[in-house]
């Protein structure tokens, strides 16, 4: 069932569709960790988790500015995803073992070979 127009201005107006977002984004979150589990393919979790904190920050500051807070606020929620999205790029360039899930990086210095990191 699709909700009428006045419904969906009144999620947006109150915020409360971003509150649905950020209930969705939980949700991966958690089969994500189910995944990591039980699953086959094993994706490190701290890479995906920074990533949706980054989300989530942005969605927070998308909420504050649909509800009229202090651009303070905004500006908060702003840099913590700027921090997140840092820490998984570290964790990304810095960090560990790779899984079957990161990508092989080419090696740019010479076309047609690869980088591999050697444990």
Known sequence: MIPD??????????????????????????ALV???????????????FCNLASGAALMLAIRAALIGSDWTVVALC????????????ALRMFGGSRSASDPVMP?????????????
Not at 107 to 119: F, H, S
């Open 34 to 48: 189910a995944w990591r589990l039980y699953g086959g393919d094993r994706p490190l979790l701290a890479p995906l």
């Open 78 to 89: 702003l840099i913590a995803s700027l921090m997140a999205h840092l820490g998984e790029v």
């Open 5 to 30: 127009a006045a419904t969906l201005a009144a999620l947006f107006a109150s915020g409360r569709i971003i509150d649905v977002i950020l209930g969705l984004v939980a949700l991966e979150a958690a």
């Open 107 to 119: 090696d740019l210095g010479q076309p047609g070979r690869t980088v591999t990191r050697r444990a």
